[in-house]
């Protein structure tokens, strides 16, 4: 029996022969158009880019509004918070200045007490001012100075409460005081006073403080500070208002200058004597040899 092996080299080309395609000129064609029309829509058109640049440009703009509106509420806040603090330092130099007030009927020209009310309002007097006190430095022993609050124009047609000092000794003002004064507060809308008049019974609150009473210091003075966050805005966004008491009183002639014992008038003691020293005599009703009784003090 005879078997015939089917040759490797025959199959082979049979099934070369039988996996080949053909293709038609059309069908070729056909794909190529296929092929380019995939191509071209993996990429962009110019509308597709115009429309993402411009969604961009909405975003970066909205990113900006955001920033621009957080810097403006930084600004604001840092305004009127240093707007505030200048209010408080305003008023302790108030408060210390006033509370340490002096004045002395023989120098009523140099101790005057001023207050005027209105658009262009201002407090003067004299203290006698501590160490720590806002330029202090500058004058150095000259502790007894002139001190003056008053609202003057400012920068953008603004008003500014402002402070100068000047010691009592010197008799020109210091130009530097003079042209460029501590500000204190910016965009004063209003500084309002009242005075307690002792004089009156019972005591009362008067507006102004009048030429014929500068040789006398009030029993407390009443000041309303109102204030604005910015120059345009013409509403009052803080208003502080404080009572200070004044302890010291005018120093009356005859304390500031005594007469002193010894002088013609006075009973018991010749001229140039002191009571109770040799040459002296004592008052009438008054045993010179009986110990005088000056109470806990004298024990």
Do not use: C
């Not at 004299?126 to 001190?147: E, M, Q, T």
């Not at 005859?254 to 008052?283: D, E, I, K």
Request: hydrophobic share 40%.
């Amino acid at each position: 029996m005879n078997t015939t092996l089917p040759s490797h080299g025959s199959e082979a080309a049979r099934l070369v022969r039988s996996s080949r395609v053909s293709v038609s000129p059309k069908s070729l064609k056909a794909g190529l158009r296929t092929l380019k029309a995939m191509g071209h829509s993996a990429a962009f058109t110019l509308i597709e880019i115009m429309i993402a640049i411009g969604i961009f440009s909405l975003v970066l703009a909205a990113i900006y509004s955001s920033w621009s509106a957080i810097l403006r509420a930084s600004k604001t806040g840092l305004d009127v918070a240093a707007s505030v603090q200048r209010m408080r330092i305003a008023v302790r130099m108030l408060e210390d200045s006033l509370s340490s007030a002096q004045s002395f009927t023989a120098n009523l020209p140099y101790y005057y007490f001023m207050a005027e009310n209105g658009n262009q309002a201002a407090l003067s007097f004299v203290a006698r001012l501590s160490r720590s006190f806002p330029r202090s430095g500058k004058f150095g022993d000259l502790d007894v100075r002139r001190v003056t609050f008053s609202i003057e124009a400012g920068p953008d047609s603004t008003r500014e409460l402002v402070m100068r000092q000047m010691p009592l000794v010197m008799e020109d003002p210091d130009p530097d005081e003079k042209q460029n004064p501590i500000v204190l507060v910016k965009n004063v809308k209003s500084f309002e006073m009242q005075f307690l008049d002792g004089n009156k019974n019972p005591p009362e609150w008067v507006d102004e403080w009048t030429a014929d009473k500068t040789n006398q210091l009030p029993k407390m003075v009443m000041f309303t500070l109102t204030v604005a966050d910015n120059p345009h805005n013409q509403q009052a966004v803080e208003q502080i208002s404080r009572i200070i008491s004044i302890p010291a009183v005018t120093v009356q002639r005859m304390w500031q200058v005594p007469q002193f014992a010894g002088q013609p008038g006075q009973p018991g003691v010749p001229p140039g004597a002191l009571p109770g020293q040799p040459g002296s005599q004592p008052p009438p009703g008054v045993n010179p040899n009986q110990p005088i009784n000056s109470g806990r003090f004298g024990r």
